[in-house]
């Protein structure tokens, strides 16, 4: 069975760092472009960050310069290293998988993880 499984999250305080991990099991990912998402409370889910197949990254303007992200294809594994946190970062975040097109449209994404819970507090 094909599975996402974030990992990574907490509580951290406003100006502190975490970094987010996604470990796919089922299939390889070696060939697809891989996206974080985040849904805020009260708020629609939003596109983060793409990485491509090749290395190539796109990312949200409000998290542009303070999040990175990575891709570690012999484990399988993508990455999200957020820096300089913000309250309005406070979200669950979803890895997902785009098996055709480099995208930041939610709805092209084919595989999900269930997301895990980053807070910041003020």
Not at 6 to 12: F, H, K, N, R, T
Not at 51 to 61: E, R, T
Request: hydrophobic letters at 30%.
């Amino acid at each position: 069975q094909v599975q996402l499984v974030e990992s990574g999250g907490g509580l951290v305080q406003a100006g502190g760092s975490l970094r987010l991990s996604c470990a796919a099991s089922g299939r390889t990912f070696s060939g697809d472009h891989l996206g974080w998402f985040r849904q805020a409370p009260g708020k629609e889910r939003e596109f983060v960050a793409v990485i491509s197949w090749n290395g190539y990254k796109h990312y949200a303007d409000s998290v542009e310069g303070r999040f990175t992200i990575s891709r570690d294809d012999a484990k399988n594994t993508v990455y999200l290293q957020m820096n300089s946190l913000k309250p309005e970062d406070t979200a669950v975040y979803y890895c997902a998988s785009s098996t055709v097109v480099f995208t930041t449209q939610e709805t092209r994404y084919r595989y999900w993880g269930q997301g895990t819970q980053v807070t910041v507090s003020s």
